[in-house]
């Protein structure tokens, strides 16, 4: 696969900007290696070039030209949460991500349709529209919501397995409006369900989610597992 140019690097960056989503210049991979040059590092190509990133981000054009100015490989991030007005879902499928989505789509019902993102790894990043603030937190385990104190690699973002960030077909920004984040992650982030969600059988009462059907997830039956 080609790595994405500066160019296109740079006007997706502008496209997101000119739609409110402010940006952040990421690290990029080259071979596998973080051009952070830290061989440990533990996020390759996926942590900000700046300081101060929740404060740095930028819907400016020229800040944002010259930031892919100093670094023309830069992964394309988007900052989450209130100021972009925006919360994403990421759901990993290789921590079970997948599976917890199921659970909680089974319970409180489907994803309306949204903007959704193919990451590097083949997970899902489904893009909402938020209306206040909401603290990032993990609704399940592979899952994240991506809200204030976070950020999201954005297409045309290069993973360090080589593949691209890529707008799932018919899913891009511009093929559907950004649905409302559902009410019930918005009740979960905000700390209603103090307890998260588990599937353990040893979840203690207290802490089931109440929901449409009355059951808490994990007595949901899958006859697939
Ligand atoms: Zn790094």
Not at 1 to 18: F, I
Not at 20 to 49: E, M
Not at 163 to 188: F, G, K, Q
Request: glycine share 10%; hydrophobic share 35%; aromatic share 10%.
């Amino acid at each position: 696969m080609t790595p994405p140019t500066t160019q296109e690097r740079v006007d997706a960056a502008l496209d997101y900007a000119a739609r409110g989503l402010y940006i952040i210049p990421l690290h990029d991979v080259i071979q596998g290696h973080c051009s952070c040059g830290n061989p440990q590092c533990n996020a390759p190509g996926k942590h900000p070039r700046i300081a101060d990133w929740a404060n740095a981000a930028s819907i400016d054009p020229a800040q944002i030209q010259w930031w892919w100015t100093q670094w023309p490989y830069a992964n394309v991030g988007i900052l989450t949460g209130q100021r972009s007005s925006l919360a994403v879902l990421d759901v990993d499928p290789r921590n079970g991500g997948d599976l917890a989505l199921e659970d909680l789509v089974h319970f409180y019902g489907p994803l309306p349709d949204t903007p959704m993102v193919i990451s590097g790894s083949k997970g899902l990043h489904y893009y909402f529209a938020l209306d206040g603030p909401l603290q990032k937190f993990d609704p399940g385990p592979g899952l994240n919501l991506q809200a204030d104190g976070a950020l999201v690699v954005a297409p045309p973002s290069l993973h360090a397995s080589g593949n691209t960030y890529e707008w799932e077909a018919s899913s891009h920004l511009d093929d559907v409006p950004l649905a409302p984040l559902p009410d019930w992650l918005r009740e979960m982030g905000a700390g209603q369900y103090p307890c998260g969600w588990r599937r353990s059988p040893g979840y203690p009462a207290q802490c089931a989610l109440p929901g449409p059907k009355g059951v808490p997830p994990y007595q949901v039956p899958h006859p697939d597992r």
